[in-house]
């Protein structure tokens, strides 16, 4: 069982928005950062968001991210077949000294 | 653009000890953290530990007893080995690398499946 907790799945029509939220605890998303990462079937993790908000070069704005006390969201706008992926969150977790992820969560894109 | 291509046996026995290297190409490996992370199938991400260019290293505490991470600057390289392996230790292991700042892994190696086995 995963110290973040994720759904662990989520699904939405073609050009929709789509949420996935990770829930944590103060010794991890409250006191730390967030970062966010897609997993297309077969493939490494991809880092979509990281410190909570922050974007890295080449990811489309349609991917946010946001955090409010112990938990954080990743928002999907404009979905299209290709997101469909496992998608975790990550944090430092301060009381077990390690880097720890949600169960993950699978996007359907009806 | 920064690439990380792991390298290693795809089969290991119980009890023996699991070793990886991962090579960084396109970028130097020094001033960055450098993890590992591994995913049994059809599971979620298991963080194992990181290393500093320097050689400092931070481990999962449930792994703690049985990890070691090492780096060699000269080759760009950096590796893992892991001890008294079981069948609950096959998984694709990941290489990756950890971002400016705070804790997020901003490249990845595109994974290589470790299998216990006898």
């Known amino acids: 069982q995963s110290v973040l907790t994720q759904p662990p799945s989520v699904s939405a029509a073609p050009g929709q928005k789509v949420t996935i939220s990770c829930s944590g605890s103060s010794s991890n998303i409250g006191n730390n950062y967030v970062s966010w990462y897609q997993q297309l079937p077969g493939t490494a993790p991809k880092l979509l968001i990281y410190?909570?908000?922050k974007r890295p070069s080449g990811i489309p704005d349609r991917f946010s991210g946001s955090k409010s006390g112990t938990s954080a969201t990743l928002g999907i706008t404009g979905l299209q077949t290709g997101d469909e992926a496992d998608y975790y969150c990550?944090?430092?977790?301060?009381?077990?000294?390690?880097?720890?992820f949600g169960g993950g969560t699978k996007l359907t894109v009806l | 653009q920064v690439q990380l291509q792991e390298s290693g046996p795809g089969l290991v026995k119980p009890s023996e000890t699991l070793s990886l290297t991962c090579t960084v190409s396109g970028g130097s490996i020094s001033s960055y953290y450098w993890s590992w992370i591994r995913q049994p199938a059809g599971k979620g991400l298991e963080w194992i530990g990181r290393?500093?260019?320097?050689?400092?290293?931070n481990y999962k505490p449930s792994l703690n007893s049985r990890v070691t991470m090492s780096v060699d600057t000269s080759k760009n390289q950096f590796s893992l080995k892991l001890t008294s392996v079981t069948a609950a230790d096959t998984a694709v292991y990941y290489c990756?690398?950890?971002?400016?700042?705070?804790?997020?892994?901003?490249?990845w190696g595109q994974g290589t499946l470790v299998t216990v086995s006898s």
């Open positions: 290393i500093y260019a320097s050689g400092t290293t």
């Open positions: 990550g944090s430092w977790d301060s009381s077990l000294n390690d880097v720890i």
């Open positions: 410190d909570n908000n």
């Open positions: 990756a690398r950890e971002g400016v700042g705070t804790i997020h892994l901003d490249y």
